[in-house]
């Protein structure tokens, strides 16, 4: 409180812009004390009108002082501009919010918006200006200005002016192209944003006329509301094109800010027409605290614009996750012989990896043509339908993220158990086929290589250090609940270029654009396009598992701490082979029972940790909350009392 004083004396209206906005700074600093209550910050705002109305130097001085800062910075860039991307740019807006982040900003400015910023750095702020009273805020006005009706004029005009600044803002976002052509015919055809400036025109003339009609203004109004609302329509009618298209993180962020300078003309327009302006005008400045809070934040502003991105990868996800779920004998048959197949095909790939390990390249190389051997083979796997097993979780997580939705009955949730329990045993099958005939499929290529080159596929040596890195003892889980999150890294990829593919119409440009046709005739253009959408994200998603694999360890190694992965399938392989490689012997060795211990678990992590993940990220793009997470388990656990080997086998 003794601060109060020394501040009022540094009051000085001549100052430089500097030093002017330095001392609204402090003023603020004062006000906000130690952010403990709204009530303490009002009581310190009482004050001050206190002190200045018991001194009429002091209130003139403040007077010059608050007419030369209304004069030399710019209102309207905080009322019209303050929260919004000064690019219509998800990455330069990015990169603006980091700048701010990391680089300190200057009073010396004539932008309202920036010194709004140094002045009011907390939502604390905000909430003591709600809490001014009507009085304490008319008696603020008083103080400010000697001429109560200029300043209301002022006032006026600057809020005009911002309704017509974001007006322009709109109109111009709308008539952008990427924009336009997503609307439906049908609000396109209503030419909403066309007529956006005669209304604000209109509204202005009408204002400001010096015997205004109110009934001629309230028409002019409600004619500029209704255009808003017809130009709010146009651009919702983009999102269903971006759902059936294809979304793009950089259109949602336009949108987004579209549909918030909407929602800040309505807050002008409110403000200007409101019986009581100055109690108007604390309460938009108090939101505007809380909008320059928001803005702040590079995790909301990742989140806020992916969300839409991510709820189409998730749905995409779900519409393959169906088929990896099976219901009845008949699918479980097929899932088994799926997975062996893609058992008997990784047996392969530990053949080709140990190749190009025993090659002696350098970290880089070894880990390229490590992972271009497993992309290759994940896709050979893909192409012929058979089944990796540690795929399957991050495509089924979001099919059963969608179901939690629909529980809102018993018989719901009893369906969604049975989900469950299909999904369970689905995944038993796909790890016990893909893990029951790789071991020996490898057994066998080894004894093919001992036939012809007379020589195991990897040397004793060889096989000790594969035990040495494969024993429960060891790292082993860690690395395993790592490669879980590369699964599900794999999984978001796809995901993403699928999106990709979609929203570019690259299907349609392969099955139309004159080159394509020319090369392939019409007929295969469109096949080879149907063949790319249906199987553009298993491409994306097994290249990159398979680059991941194998690139991961060189990159992190460069780096001096390495991360290694354990996948269920490739483990197995290998140590099948260092078994093969020591012979009968390795059975009387206890590191080799260790690592046979290890499997299940391997198996284990990789499919729960890529569950988990996609399962959190699908509820959040389906904004599943409020599930009755107790219920769920209650019936889950009392269907394993009763039936439990429905988890494993089918009825």
């Avoid at 030369?68 to 860039?77: R, S």
């Avoid at 992916?306 to 990896?324: C, F, I, P, Q, V």
């Avoid at 879980?484 to 796809?494: P, Y």
């Avoid at 190694?557 to 490689?581: I, N, P, Y």
Wanted: charged share 20%; net charge positive.
């Amino acid at each position: 409180m003794k601060y109060l004083p020394q501040l009022l004396a540094r009051l000085d209206p001549d100052a430089d812009l500097a030093a002017r906005h330095i001392w609204l700074i402090r003023l603020f600093e004062w006000i906000r004390g130690n952010q403990a209550a709204p009530q303490a910050a009002v009581a310190r705002v009482q004050q001050f009108i206190e002190t200045v109305e018991a001194q009429p130097e002091l209130q003139a001085r403040l007077q010059a002082w608050w007419q030369t800062l209304i004069q030399t910075v710019d209102i309207t860039t905080l009322l019209a501009d303050f929260g919004f991307a000064p690019r219509t740019a998800f990455v330069s807006e990015l990169a603006e919010r980091l700048r701010r982040k990391l680089l300190p900003a200057t009073p010396e400015t004539i932008d309202a918006s920036e010194l709004f910023s140094l002045v009011t750095p907390t939502r604390f702020d905000a909430q003591w200006l709600n809490a001014l009273d009507d009085a304490q805020i008319g008696r603020l006005t008083g103080l400010l200005s000697a001429s109560g009706a200029m300043h209301k004029l002022h006032w006026q005009y600057s809020l005009l002016d911002a309704i017509t600044y974001c007006s322009a803002q709109i109109r111009a976002s709308g008539f952008a192209p990427e924009l336009r052509l997503r609307m439906s015919r049908q609000e396109h055809n209503t030419r909403a944003f066309h007529a956006l400036p005669s209304d604000v025109e209109a509204l202005r003339a009408i204002f400001f006329r010096p015997e205004r009609d109110e009934a001629e203004l309230a028409t002019a109004v409600l004619q500029y509301r209704e255009r808003l609302d017809a130009c709010r329509r146009a651009i919702n009618s983009i999102y269903a094109h971006l759902e059936e298209h294809g979304i793009s993180v950089g259109l949602v962020f336009r949108l987004r800010q579209l549909r918030s300078r909407m929602l800040r003309v309505r807050e002008l327009l409110d403000c200007l027409l409101s019986p009581t302006p100055a109690a108007a005008a604390i309460k938009l400045l108090a939101r505007m605290v809380n909008v320059g809070q928001d803005t702040k934040s590079i995790r909301a502003l990742i989140s806020a614009n992916s969300t839409l991105l991510a709820a189409k990868m998730a749905e995409r996800s779900a519409e393959t996750g169906e088929n990896y779920i099976t219901r009845n004998r008949a699918e479980y048959k097929d899932m088994l012989g799926n997975a062996m197949g893609g058992g008997a095909l990784t047996a392969l790939t530990t053949l080709l990896k140990f190749m190009v390990v025993a090659v002696g390249l350098s970290a880089f190389w070894s880990g390229f043509w490590a992972g271009l051997v497993y992309a290759g083979s994940f896709v050979l796997i893909q192409l012929l339908h058979f089944t990796l097993a540690t795929k399957q979780p991050a495509m089924t997580a979001p099919a059963m993220a969608a179901k939690l939705k629909e529980l809102d009955s018993s018989q719901a949730i009893t369906e969604f158990v049975d989900e469950v329990t299909h999904l369970v045993r689905s995944q038993v099958a796909a790890v016990f086929g893909n893990v029951f005939m790789v071991f020996p499929a490898v057994l066998l290529i080894n004894a093919l290589v001992q036939l012809v080159a007379g020589r195991a596929m990897i040397s004793v040596k060889e096989a000790q250090h594969v035990f040495e890195t494969l024993t429960l003892l060891g790292p082993t889980l860690m690395w395993a609940a790592f490669t879980g999150i590369v699964l599900f890294t794999a999984s978001l990829i796809a995901g993403w270029v699928e999106n990709w593919f979609v929203l570019h119409r690259l299907d349609s440009a392969m099955r139309y654009n004159p080159r394509f046709t020319s090369v392939l005739g019409a007929a295969r253009a469109a096949r080879w396009a149907r063949f790319m959408r249906d199987h553009i994200s298993g491409f994306a998603s097994n290249i990159s598992l398979g680059f991941m694999l194998g690139l991961i360890p060189a990159f992190t190694g460069f780096f001096g701490f390495e991360l290694e992965v354990r996948h269920v399938t490739l483990s197995t392989g290998q140590l099948a082979a260092a078994g093969a490689a020591i012979g009968l012997d390795a059975l009387r060795q206890p590191a080799l029972w260790w690592c046979l211990a290890a499997i299940p678990l391997i198996g284990a992590l990789n499919l729960g940790v890529s569950f988990y993940f996609a399962f959190r990220l699908a509820l959040q793009a389906h904004n599943v909350s409020g599930v009755d997470r107790a219920r769920i388990r209650a019936a889950i656990w009392a269907r394993w009392r009763s039936h439990p080997r429905r988890f494993f086998f089918p009825d």
